[in-house]
Structures are given as structure tokens and as C-alpha cells.
């Protein structure tokens, strides 16, 4: 029982010190671990120098062609649009392209999308608006851009753009595709885009069209990036830290994420060229990616742009124009919630931003069970609920051993006090008569650790199956529980929580020394208030493990009472 206890202890001790390691982050403070916080631009100022708008050699990603220019027109010097633009910052006319689940603000200065609205999600601060991934303006920077480099003053992000469409306004009429083209011409090279943005889909086709309207051979690149500040979004928790910043797959070198500080010192990406992969930027329950046209090479690149503002992306070699010719390249964006069933269909590895780390071998199969039990029930709360039933009595001859053991280790809690009593201060001699007790009563205090320690991985991983997924978010369950992702506005949830875990610690034997059954009765409180913080989902989710484990406990305390006294009498 003390060596339970001593893992039990070691558990706590580790989750305050990650808590409050999250909490440094979060506050801008270094972490204990040595990582340096994201590095943040501080709101309103601009990300580039009004000064001096073009790349710098320090924006140049190491590619075989010229550099991708830097961003920077959104800032400073950027005009605000006026009515209907949410504060944009932009040069050039803004035109919406919408369907029924995503809106996306296109400038025709650069052809760049500068604000993506999610029609069906609301936003984590305040919930009367829509959430916004992609944005420009009111010290927000999170763009998506492409553009040709290779010789001197081809198009680019940077270059004006003349729309196909006379209006700002076009909206997918339900069940078909809607489509903008802008054309600008620059260097000799004109280039024309096409966005596509089919019913009800995340995904933007974008079409890229090179002529060579010069009397020379051209030989460009198209580059794909987004370029990102570094603040944490809306509706972070000071208690528990997701991962925010770029991400690189590809087949060979698998799932690579690139904090932003990691570009703040210059560490070079760990993937360079390759036939295949993607490149985004992950946050809590979204994503951002660009997916190259399969089977061509791509080169991608993270960059640091201006203080607090990053790049990553992908630059695909085209061949050689000679006067005349033209080229055409497919490439898609995917803006929206972490699906993880419509990545997987995306792209290979898109849907490994739903990071669940190395538990993944075991958090998938969970997620696919309360998918599964999802689908029987209609609903994310009481899916979870079962789900986490289902989990303890899969687990229930192990979590047995560990309440018999418990039960056996209270029976004899006297004997042991007794002894304490008896030995005070001579350690040795009070071993020696620990061990003969546990010999005679046949009691064997490692028996309850075992089942603890193999449990501790799969309900880690069913922690980060609930934190991680998207499917919580704006998920009802009963009453005031109307969105999963966020605390109970009421608290209910945790109180009850930390009166399971107040019950439960009554239940379990009192250690005999005094500092540890002090400490075994103020976990329930400390935890409670860590509780109030947490996601309604995950409250749930403990709460309905506590009773059950309650339950199990008061069951099998009981059969064992009734053994002995059968034993004695």
C-alpha cells in the first residue's frame, strides 16, 4: 500500500508541475523544460516595415530558384476596409467566395485569401459570432498566398489582380461548385488563379495557370504558403496546453511538427524535397494545409517573416517556358475542423493532426469507439459516458486485484498503526514487522500498483481522445451543457466531481502516516479546482469514471469484508 501510495503521489506531483509549466507558457514565461514561449508580435503593430516592404535575405527559404517574397501587405501602411470586411487590411478589392459551411475573403491584391469565417462553428470568446481561422487586421495575421519566383518581378502575392467576377459577393448555390479566377501579369509571365470551393466542403481547389508572354525562356516556381503570427487562439485554457504552430508530412520522413520558436532560432526544417507530403498550421481542433499536386517534387520551407510572424509552405520547380508555352498546376488548401475521416481522404498523414503523440496506437481505437457509440446514441456526452463504462469494465479483473488489495491493506490499517506505535523512529525494526505482517495476514502490498500502472496509459489516452477532438466543440449534452468543449458555466460538473473524489478517498485506507493522509485528503480539493477549468467533456468523463469506480470499489470492499468474517467466524 505504501508503494500505491508513493506512485499515487508521484502522479499528483508530475500533473502540478505540467499545470503549472502550461501556465508559464501561457503567460509568456520560459518553460521549465527549457523550450522558449512562442515568440508574439505585440497587437496592432505591423508585421512588416512599412519602410522597407520587400523580403530580406533572412526571408529567403532555401530553395534551388530566387526567394518567396515576404508578407506584409496587410500592415502598417495597408488601408482598412471599410463595411462588411471585419477590419481587413488590404490594398486591394475584396471579394467573398462562400458555400453553406465556409467563407472566404479573397484581395485581388496578390490573390491572397486574407479571412476565412466557419459558418458552423461559433467563436470560443464570444459566441454570437462565427470563429475565424484565416484573418488580417487588428493585430491578427494568418494568411494563405502563393505566387512565382524565379526570375525578376514575376507574380507574387504582392503583384494587383484583376477578378473575373463584377461582384464582392459570390455565394455556391447548394449542391454546386462556385468558382473566382484573377489574372495579373508581371516580369514577362502572366498568371492566372482559379479558386473553387465545392458544396458544403473545406476544401478550395486552387488552379494555377503560367504563360510566358516574354520573347525569353522562363523557368519558375509556384510557392504555397501561409504565413501565421504566433498568439495562441481565442479560447485557450491556462490549464492545459494544445499544440499551436506549422506541421510538414511526408512519406518519408512521417509527421513533423515545427514549433514556432524552433524558426525563431533559425533550426532548419527536417524536411526538404520530396514527390509527396503537405505542409499546414495545426491549432485546437483546426487546420490550415496546402496539398500540392500529387507526384510532383516540392521543396517546403519555414521561414521566419518579421518579430512574431512565421512562414511554412511548399515551393514546386516548373519546367522551363519557352515563349508561348504555358503550364498548369493543381493544388488544394484545406481550411477548416480537424475531420479526421475527410483528411485521411485529403492527403496521407493529413490526419495526424489530430496529435494524440505516442499514445496514438491506443487513443485511435478509442476514437473509433466512441465514434462507434456515437453513432448508437445521437450524442457526444452520453457517448462518452458509455464510453467510459465500457473502458472500466474492460478493465474491471485488473481494477479487482487493486480494491482486494486495498480492502485486505485496510483490514490490517490497525495492526500497521499498532506497530508505528510500537517501533517510533527505528526504521528498521518497524520493517522488519511490517514485513512479518504482511507475511501473516497475506497481504501483499505491490498487488493493488500493477493494475494502476497498466490503466494509466489508456486513460491518458482517452484524456487527449476528448481534448483533442473536434467533434466536442459546440457538442450539447443535457440542460446547461451546451458545448463539450468549454467548462460547465455552472460548475455542477466539478462539484460533483470533487465529492466522488472526496468519497472515494474515504473508502480507501487511511495511510498511517499522517503528512500522506493529509495529502490523500486535500487531492480531491486541488483537483476540483482544476476541474472548474476544464472542458465539460473531460469533467464528464472523470465524473463518470469516479462513480463507477465508487461502485467497483464499495462492491468489492464489501465481498472481501464478508470473506473474512465467513473466515473467522
Not at 493493488?448 to 450539447?476: H, K, N, T
Request: net charge neutral; hydrophobic share 45%; with cysteine.
Amino acid at each position: 500500500m505504501q508503494t500505491q501510495r508513493t506512485i499515487l503521489l508521484i502522479i499528483f506531483s508530475m500533473s502540478l508541475l505540467l499545470l503549472w509549466d502550461a501556465w508559464q507558457k501561457q503567460n509568456g514565461h520560459a518553460s521549465l523544460f527549457g523550450v522558449a514561449p512562442p515568440v508574439a508580435q505585440a497587437p496592432g503593430k505591423s508585421t512588416v516595415s512599412p519602410k522597407n516592404p520587400t523580403a530580406s535575405n533572412s526571408d529567403v527559404p532555401q530553395a534551388a530558384t530566387n526567394s518567396v517574397p515576404a508578407t506584409g501587405d496587410g500592415a502598417g501602411s495597408a488601408a482598412t476596409i471599410a463595411a462588411g470586411t471585419n477590419g481587413i487590411a488590404a490594398k486591394g478589392r475584396l471579394i467573398v467566395l462562400k458555400n453553406e459551411v465556409l467563407a472566404l475573403t479573397i484581395d485581388t491584391l496578390g490573390g491572397s485569401i486574407v479571412q476565412s469565417e466557419l459558418l458552423r462553428y461559433r467563436d470560443a470568446d464570444d459566441r454570437k459570432v462565427q470563429a475565424v481561422l484565416l484573418t488580417s487586421g487588428a493585430g491578427k495575421t494568418y494568411l494563405a498566398q502563393t505566387g512565382l519566383i524565379g526570375a525578376p518581378e514575376l507574380p507574387t502575392h504582392r503583384t494587383p489582380f484583376e477578378a473575373s467576377s463584377a461582384s464582392d459577393f459570390v455565394e455556391a448555390v447548394p449542391g454546386k461548385p462556385v468558382e473566382l479566377s484573377m489574372t495579373a501579369s508581371s516580369g514577362g509571365v502572366k498568371l492566372s488563379k482559379r479558386y473553387t470551393l465545392a458544396s458544403g466542403s473545406y476544401q478550395v481547389a486552387v488552379h494555377h495557370e503560367i504563360l510566358n508572354e516574354s520573347s525569353q525562356q522562363v523557368r519558375p516556381s509556384l510557392y504555397l504558403q501561409l504565413t501565421r503570427d504566433s498568439h495562441k487562439p481565442p479560447g485557450e485554457s491556462q490549464f492545459y496546453s494544445t499544440y499551436t504552430g506549422p506541421a510538414v508530412y511526408t512519406e518519408e520522413a512521417k509527421f513533423q511538427k515545427v514549433d514556432f520558436a524552433d524558426i525563431e532560432k533559425g533550426k532548419a526544417i527536417p524536411i526538404k524535397k520530396s514527390e509527396d507530403g503537405w505542409a499546414g498550421i495545426i491549432q485546437h481542433y483546426f487546420v490550415v494545409a496546402w496539398v500540392p499536386a500529387a507526384n510532383t517534387t516540392r521543396e517546403f520551407f519555414t521561414r521566419k517573416v518579421d518579430n512574431g510572424l512565421y512562414s511554412v509552405g511548399a515551393i514546386q520547380p516548373l519546367s522551363a517556358l519557352e515563349p508561348g508555352d504555358r503550364r498548369t498546376t493543381e493544388s488544394v488548401l484545406y481550411v477548416g475542423p480537424q475531420d479526421q475521416h475527410v483528411l485521411e481522404k485529403l492527403s496521407p498523414g493529413l490526419d495526424l493532426v489530430v496529435d494524440y503523440g505516442w499514445l496514438t496506437v491506443i487513443a485511435k481505437p478509442l476514437y473509433w469507439l466512441l465514434e462507434t457509440l456515437h453513432g448508437v446514441v445521437g450524442n457526444w456526452g452520453w457517448a462518452i459516458v458509455l464510453l467510459t463504462i465500457v473502458v472500466k469494465l474492460a478493465f474491471f479483473p485488473l481494477q479487482a486485484a487493486s480494491y482486494r488489495s486495498m480492502a485486505k491493506m485496510k483490514q490490517v490499517t490497525p495492526k500497521m498503526t499498532a506497530l508505528r506505535d510500537r517501533f517510533g523512529d527505528d526504521r528498521v525494526k518497524l520493517n522488519q514487522a511490517m514485513m512479518e505482517l504482511y507475511k501473516t495476514e497475506k497481504v501483499n502490498p505491490m498487488a493493488g500498483c500493477l493494475p494502476i500502472v497498466v490503466q494509466i496509459p489508456v486513460f491518458i489516452s482517452l484524456y487527449w481522445v476528448l481534448l483533442a477532438s473536434v467533434e466536442m466543440r459546440d457538442a450539447p449534452w443535457i440542460g446547461w451543457i451546451q458545448d463539450l468543449a468549454t467548462p460547465d458555466p455552472y460548475y455542477v460538473l466539478p462539484i460533483i466531481m470533487a465529492a466522488t473524489m472526496f468519497l472515494q478517498t474515504r473508502l480507501n485506507p487511511t495511510p498511517p502516516d499522517p503528512v500522506q493522509a493529509k495529502v490523500m485528503m486535500f487531492m480531491p480539493l486541488i483537483f476540483s479546482v482544476m476541474f472548474f477549468f476544464f472542458p465539460a467533456g473531460l469533467v464528464l468523463y472523470w465524473l463518470v469514471n469516479n462513480i463507477f469506480s465508487i461502485a467497483q470499489q464499495w462492491f468489492i470492499t464489501y465481498q472481501t469484508e464478508q470473506a473474512a468474517l465467513k473466515k473467522t467466524r
